[in-house]
């Protein structure tokens, strides 16, 4: 009988150094995970990954850092090989890497749509490919994309379309893997209370979003909070191991699909 706890458990969180991959390496490690291999882009998020690092240590799981940007192929496969030469295995990878764009379509350059299409589709194929390749049996995989998927919106064309395949990538992962045990989830909230949100966003804009989900006025911000995120990802690494190739969206009712 497979163990779907976290106790044991290695974990790889990929944008792991702040903000959601933050606050989850904490949650896992929290909750009885072993070992955190903690990715992060570049020097300039060094200090929050190795902040995050030492935050987990203190809750008694072991943690490592790994640096790489993940847009190349070679470097996601390098990622994985290292943490699972680093801890032995790996059990749990989780995917929170993005990035945001918000720009009318006519202004929109092609160096603009390769870059979002690197970080939020490229990245996120070879992300789950390497996660397939070296997690062993009865793993667990979840990406972060986002709840604009199920909205009818100007504007975000290139972040919300470059998400898009990602749904259609976990479906596959989910099928190839099953036969190991792996599920395979995509999990998309609403707009963040984060720097990732705000960097984009004008004040009435920032507004509208604050007050466009259902449930708005019982949240502390209007806006999804990562601390309502967190358990859901926390559910599916563990007793919700049963839902795979599905999408997810954790918004407070600000779109559905």
Do not use: C
């Not at 045990?181 to 966003?201: C, H, L, R």
Request: proline share 3%; glycine share 10%.
């Amino acid at each position: 009988m497979a163990d779907h706890t976290l106790q044991d458990k290695v974990v790889l969180i990929a944008g792991g150094a702040k903000n959601l991959g933050g606050l989850l390496a904490r949650d896992l490690a929290l909750n009885g995970a072993q070992a955190i291999a903690i990715h992060y882009n570049s020097d300039a998020t060094r200090n929050a990954a190795e902040e995050t690092a030492r935050e987990v240590k203190a809750l008694g799981a072991e943690a490592e850092l790994f640096q790489g940007d993940l847009t190349h192929a070679a470097n996601v496969t390098r990622l994985f090989d290292d943490a699972k030469t680093h801890f032995g295995r790996l059990d749990i990878a989780v995917n929170t890497v993005g990035m945001v764009l918000k720009k009318p379509m006519l202004d929109i350059s092609e160096a603009e749509y390769d870059r979002m299409f690197d970080i939020n589709a490229k990245s996120a194929f070879f992300f789950l490919k390497e996660a397939g390749r070296t997690l062993d049996d009865h793993g667990k995989i979840v990406t972060l994309v986002t709840s604009l998927l199920g909205a009818f919106t100007p504007f975000y064309s290139t972040y919300a379309g470059a998400k898009a395949p990602v749904e259609h990538f976990t479906r596959a992962a989910a099928q190839e893997f099953g036969e190991r045990g792996i599920s395979v989830t995509a999990v998309g909230p609403g707009p963040m209370d984060t720097p990732f949100f705000y960097g984009q966003e004008g004040e009435d804009a920032v507004a509208y979003h604050k007050s466009a989900a259902a449930l708005s006025a019982f949240s502390k911000t209007g806006l999804t909070d990562i601390e309502d995120v967190v358990p859901l990802i926390r559910h599916l690494v563990t007793e919700g191991w049963w839902m795979t190739g599905q999408t997810i969206l954790t918004n407070g009712g600000y779109t559905t699909k």
